[in-house]
């Protein structure tokens, strides 16, 4: 029976919420920080499942695990995972359904958590602390602009008007018959940073996206603006987010994502008071958990059976 490791299991429920019976299957909940402690972790595994980007698998990981043989991702694009690399060592890579509702679902947390000011004004009903101390932000009749309108994009687009915000989007490659078909304004990138009282990413990241948020763009932002981001860091320049929201350059920032995770303990973005920050939850619900696991067993099952499935290429 081949051995099977769940990786960053952080809640400790993978192994409860599918059927592991065809695997020795072994739940590692703490994250492992660098390539040497990996490698020792998982020197006797050929089976490996990884959560979303948070280990990436490198080159040099691939060369040091030799036992390797199945590498499944939940999801079916991480770009932590070298694909070249575990083909040339004969690792196949395989990837699991997922959902696009929960991110939105966060996302709107975060900006309802930033209009109204709910972090400061629970903390101080919790410490007996002033009964209100702050005047949230309308949504009703403010912008919100959309970098991406895509599967999430789209629906944060819906749940804006919703709300009664006017819309407006951008991305390099979008197109008025997409933005028509919304209800949404199609908007240059000056436009959008310039114009919306809350911009929210939802982008893939990529060699054209990364960096696409920097000094620039925030400074075209009103001081009364937000940015939240629960699509990837490295789309925002993060030295020049936290300057930004160092210096009152806008209101503040809504934060799923870290270009290192877990966020080092006493990091900036832990303790700017103008940011509302989440240990990138956003896909972290009950049903999502349920279908990355299950997908996952059967892809261990075709694998086992010489069929592979959802396999990324």
Same mark, same amino acid.
């Given at each position: 029976m081949l051995r099977c490791a769940v990786l960053d299991d952080y809640q400790g429920v993978a192994l409860g919420l599918a059927d592991w019976s065809r695997v020795r299957a072994t739940?590692?909940? !703490?994250?492992?920080?660098?390539?040497?402690?990996? %490698?020792? !972790?998982?020197? &006797?595994?050929?089976?490996?499942? %990884? /959560?979303?980007?948070?280990?990436?698998?490198?080159?040099?990981?691939?060369?040091?695990?030799?036992?390797?043989?199945?590498?499944?991702t939940t999801g079916m694009r991480n770009a932590s995972v070298d694909l070249d690399a575990a083909r040339a060592r004969g690792v196949t890579v395989c990837g699991t359904g997922s959902a696009s509702t929960p991110p939105a679902e966060l996302t709107w947390a975060l900006i309802l958590g930033l209009a109204r000011h709910l972090l400061p004004e629970a903390a101080a009903m919790r410490s007996d602390g002033p009964w209100?101390?702050?005047?949230? /932000? &309308?949504?009703?009749?403010?912008?919100?602009?959309?970098?991406?309108?895509?599967?999430?994009?789209?629906?944060?687009?819906?749940?804006?008007? !919703?709300?009664? /915000?006017?819309?407006?989007?951008?991305?390099?490659?979008?197109?008025?018959?997409?933005?028509?078909?919304?209800?949404?304004?199609?908007?240059?990138?000056?436009?959008?940073?310039a114009?919306? &009282?809350?911009?929210? %990413?939802?982008?893939?990241?990529?060699?054209?996206?990364?960096?696409?948020?920097?000094?620039?763009?925030?400074?075209?932002?009103?001081?009364?603006?937000?940015?939240?981001?629960?699509?990837? !860091?490295?789309?925002? &320049?993060q030295d020049a987010l936290a300057a930004a929201l160092r210096e009152g350059l806008i209101a503040g920032a809504g934060l799923d994502v870290f270009e290192t995770e877990p966020l080092p303990a006493g990091h900036e973005l832990r303790r700017l008071p103008n940011v509302l920050a989440t240990p990138h939850l956003g896909y972290v619900t009950g049903g999502n958990y349920e279908t990355y696991f299950r997908d996952a067993v059967q892809d261990i099952d075709a694998y086992l059976d010489g069929t592979p499935i959802r396999v990324l290429t």
């Open positions: 739940s590692f909940r !703490a994250h492992f920080t660098g390539h040497d402690e990996l %490698v020792a !972790a998982l020197a &006797d595994f050929e089976i490996v499942v %990884v /959560m979303r980007e948070r280990t990436p698998f490198t080159a040099e990981v691939f060369e040091r695990l030799p036992r390797l043989r199945l590498l499944i209100q101390s702050t005047v949230g /932000m &309308d949504l009703h009749g403010s912008t919100l602009g959309l970098l991406g309108l895509g599967k999430i994009g789209s629906q944060m687009a819906r749940i804006g008007q !919703a709300f009664g /915000m006017n819309v407006i989007a951008w991305s390099r490659h979008l197109t008025r018959a997409r933005t028509d078909e919304l209800g949404v304004r199609l908007a240059t990138k000056e436009e959008l940073f114009e919306s &009282d809350v911009v929210s %990413v939802h982008l893939v990241l990529g060699e054209r996206t990364r960096g696409l948020v920097g000094r620039r763009e925030l400074s075209l932002m009103r001081p009364s603006a937000y940015l939240v981001n629960t699509s990837r !860091a490295a789309i925002v &320049d």
